[in-house]
């Protein structure tokens, strides 16, 4: 599948404002299953662009810089991207979850896809022992890892419901939990914050999802959002797999990486700081277009 992705931010300030300076990590990273064709960003008014900035984890950082006055400030990202991943099977012989989490200690790399970084607290999901518990009572240390991980997303679908503006980029994982609302970020952070607790390598995927209309309605240029998920260190052999406990579905062709972290600090498509009174309002559309369409497949949550 090959999509055509437009990810738009328009940032309009109370007052105009003197200075901004954005962290952009809007430009997809290839990931096993995805290959990036093209980028191309604007930024209106002209803004000066670094040079790809070091980053610890799979992201393309970069820094933005408007020295001028402005009233606005809009920044779209338009990506190309092939998907070609195929829907990970629960396999006889995947490692149990306790030869993960064995495996994950005695592993020396330390690259951006070391499983050691991804292992503790970071600093938006901390290990909070009610939850560990309450995943534990799923992922059983002799079951697979793959089919352990995989019930652990569909209990989350199951007994969590999806609503959105009931929290918000900050909310705690132990305050999602114990309400069991929220919305992708949530479902994703609670997962990731249980496992970690379980002594499994975890990580929080920023993407987007495809998404398609019910049937006989048009699809909404700019109804779809960035996108939260899992992606689960499962041995040496089997890699990072992905989990998405927002729609109870493994990671496969429909979802696209666009940067992977420990958090979302570490992967918000857009952070920063500007100069200036008073606030600001932002506007967020994501538009995922199927360029070759497939035959179509339910419509799913998205944030």
Not at 19 to 39: H, I, S, T, Y
Not at 58 to 73: G, I, Q
Not at 225 to 246: E, N
Request: charged share 25%; hydrophobic share 40%; net charge neutral.
């Amino acid at each position: 599948m090959i999509y055509a992705i437009r990810h738009r931010t328009h940032f309009r300030y109370d007052s105009p404002v003197r200075f901004a300076r954005c962290n952009l990590r809007l430009k997809p990273v290839d990931w096993d299953g995805q290959r990036r064709e093209r980028f191309h960003l604007e930024i209106t008014p002209h803004a000066e662009v670094s040079t790809p900035l070091p980053s610890g984890y799979p992201a393309n950082t970069v820094r933005v810089v408007v020295d001028v006055t402005a009233s606005e400030l809009v920044i779209e990202g338009r990506s190309r991207i092939v998907v070609d991943r195929p829907m990970p099977q629960v396999l006889p012989d995947d490692p149990s979850v306790s030869e993960i989490a064995k495996l994950a200690r005695q592993v020396r790399d330390l690259s951006m896809t070391a499983p050691a970084n991804y292992m503790f607290p970071s600093p938006m999901i901390p290990i909070e022992p009610e939850i560990a518990a309450w995943c534990a009572e799923t992922v059983r240390q002799g079951d697979g890892i793959v089919a352990a991980c995989l019930a652990l997303t569909k209990r989350i679908h199951k007994e969590f419901r999806y609503k959105s503006g009931v929290t918000d980029t900050d909310t705690a994982p132990i305050d999602a939990f114990g309400r069991r609302i929220g919305v992708c970020q949530d479902f994703a952070q609670i997962m990731i914050s249980g496992l970690r607790g379980l002594g499994l390598p975890a990580a929080y995927v920023s993407g987007y999802l495809r998404t398609l209309p019910p049937p006989g309605k048009p699809r909404l240029v700019g109804a779809d959002a960035t996108h939260a998920w899992v992606l689960v260190w499962c041995g040496p052999a089997r890699g990072w797999i992905g989990f998405d406990p927002t729609n109870g579905v493994l990671m496969a062709g429909d979802h696209i990486v666009a940067a992977v972290g420990r958090d979302y600090a570490d992967v918000s498509p857009i952070d920063g700081i500007f100069l200036g009174r008073n606030g600001q309002t932002i506007d967020v559309s994501v538009d995922v277009e199927p360029l070759d369409e497939a035959a179509p497949r339910p419509t799913r949550k998205r944030r």
